[in-house]
């Protein structure tokens, strides 16, 4: 048979920087090698077309341009000039490709072929392709076949996001929940005993600052007595203040390192500049005002070694308010992406992170600087590595972790409630699981009730309510419109060992 080639003139004109054809396969562990392979077939076959491929854990391709992982407002912008979306049966995914309104091209992934671990992407695409959501296929020839039609044919594949909505949305409602509640592979621990003549890895320690500094140098001093053999390099980011040079050590198995916040004002920008600034693949954070016990790092360490699949292990803490300490330890060894979804989880606290470096610089990007006022950073840095795969996590407290009434965030309500608020827009999958979508609501009525707004408030405690009814947070935003301080109740609270 004779190999057809058909001829295409770019959507965009030969001076546009847009790819024709967008392709993504997710960020899920398991390759998709045989979508990548049929669609650099496709690029092959027409090489006047640009076309891109976010190939996630799959083989990059040889012939199309390709990209490991793309931040995600890159990834919906280039989606959004394409002539033609192709991605894997992943909700997410395809939402976002509505979102730029652009009706995607999916291929499922096959759990026979080893790209899933089960079939509910199968089960899913027949839906999204009964409800006329997306264009399904299952061969390389029907690949190739939709995206010359949507290359010539524009307007079939496109829809407007503005009016993306109604009844067919509950396709992409219930396969986005079927994808959610889907179990990630979660590995048995394992340990790995040192061989002869090995050396412990090197680990950088990124501690943000801003005017404590009496805190800051009982946080250095625990760095330093940490019980670990290999060398600990400590950088701290002075975010918005007069830098300490005094602080700075250069020699010996724990120097410290004193640098700016280089990029984004805010707590994000100063983690990301201690991250950028590493030269080690393993990188902690710690608060200024937190305090590592003696065998943390260690402990992570020992199981970072052992299983070279897992990207980030966090620990317990034990809160210290008012002189009050209380124990916060989850009794799990992996935490998941929905774990995540549906509870903050406070027990995986930044201070206690510890993270392979390429797992964010090259993988899912450094810690948001999006985020209003950096509030919530480490819950979202949470969730992208999740994504990617399970969080270990040590059972047992590691971490000193001060709650004080000098919090930067204490009383920021309205800072709080437009971070709170970019979360669930960042991350729509809070709407099919109402344990969290509640949460979060409930949060964002606290925090517009404690700033004074009223209305507002109630508006969102009846949202709050409406998705999970006994959701408690909704009781005491409550409280607050009637009048009890909010302080009352975070103090309450926090003498517990819990927050809002």
Not at 94 to 123: F, K, N, T
Not at 173 to 200: C, F, H, K, N, Y
């Amino acid at each position: 048979m004779t190999e057809q080639t058909t001829s295409h003139d770019p959507p965009h004109g030969d001076d546009s920087d847009h790819p024709d054809v967008v392709v993504s396969v997710g960020t899920d562990h398991h390759a998709f090698d045989r979508l990548v392979r049929w669609v650099d077939d496709y690029a092959r076959r027409h090489p006047d077309l640009r076309v891109l491929v976010q190939h996630g854990h799959s083989a990059a391709p040889s012939r199309a341009t390709g990209s490991p992982f793309l931040p995600g407002n890159e990834l919906s912008e280039a989606m959004g000039h394409a002539g033609a979306v192709v991605c894997h049966g992943g909700p997410g995914t395809v939402i976002q490709a509505r979102s730029a309104g652009r009706l995607p091209i999916v291929v499922a992934r096959d759990p026979e072929l080893d790209e899933h671990v089960d079939d509910h992407q199968l089960l899913f695409v027949d839906r999204l392709e009964e409800a006329g959501r997306a264009r399904a296929c299952s061969t390389a020839q029907q690949l190739h076949a939709l995206i010359d039609k949507a290359l010539s044919s524009p307007e079939d594949f496109r829809v407007d996001p503005a009016t993306d909505s109604g009844p067919d949305d509950a396709a992409l409602r219930a396969g986005t929940l079927i994808d959610l509640v889907s179990e990630q592979e979660t590995p048995e621990p394992r340990t790995r005993p040192m061989a002869t003549g090995e050396e412990w890895p090197q680990v950088t320690v990124v501690v943000p600052t801003r005017d404590r500094p009496e805190l800051l140098r009982h946080t250095l001093r625990a760095v330093a007595e940490q019980d670990y053999p290999g060398r600990i390099t400590a950088i701290v980011v002075f975010d918005n203040s007069r830098p300490d040079p005094s602080l700075a050590l250069a020699e010996g198995e724990r120097p410290v390192q004193v640098v700016t916040n280089s990029l984004t004002p805010g707590l994000a920008g100063a983690r990301n500049t201690g991250v950028l600034a590493a030269d080690t693949e393993l990188v902690a954070f710690c608060d200024d005002d937190d305090t590592w016990m003696p065998d943390k790092l260690r402990a992570q360490v020992e199981i970072l070694r052992a299983e070279p699949e897992t990207e980030m292990v966090c620990c317990g803490i034990r809160v210290v308010y008012d002189e009050v300490e209380s124990e916060r330890v989850l009794d799990r060894t992996h935490v998941t992406y929905r774990d995540l979804l549906g509870s903050r989880l406070t027990e995986l606290h930044p201070s206690s992170f510890l993270i392979r470096r390429s797992a964010m610089v090259d993988g899912c990007g450094t810690v948001s600087e999006e985020i209003p006022g950096s509030y919530a950073e480490d819950y979202e840095l949470l969730l992208r590595l999740a994504r990617r795969a399970p969080i270990r996590n040590i059972p047992e407290a590691g971490v000193r972790v001060l709650w004080h009434r000098k919090s930067f965030f204490s009383e920021r309500w309205q800072t709080i409630s437009t971070a709170l608020r970019w979360l669930l827009e960042k991350y729509p999958e809070f709407r099919v699981v109402p344990r969290g979508y509640a949460r979060i609501a409930g949060q964002i009525a606290f925090a517009e009730a404690s700033a004074g707004q009223r209305r507002v408030a109630l508006r969102w405690i009846g949202t709050t309510l409406r998705t999970r009814p006994f959701e408690g947070r909704a009781l005491l935003a409550f409280l607050v419109v009637c009048g009890v301080p909010p302080g009352w109740i975070l103090r309450t609270l926090h003498l517990r060992g819990k927050g809002v």
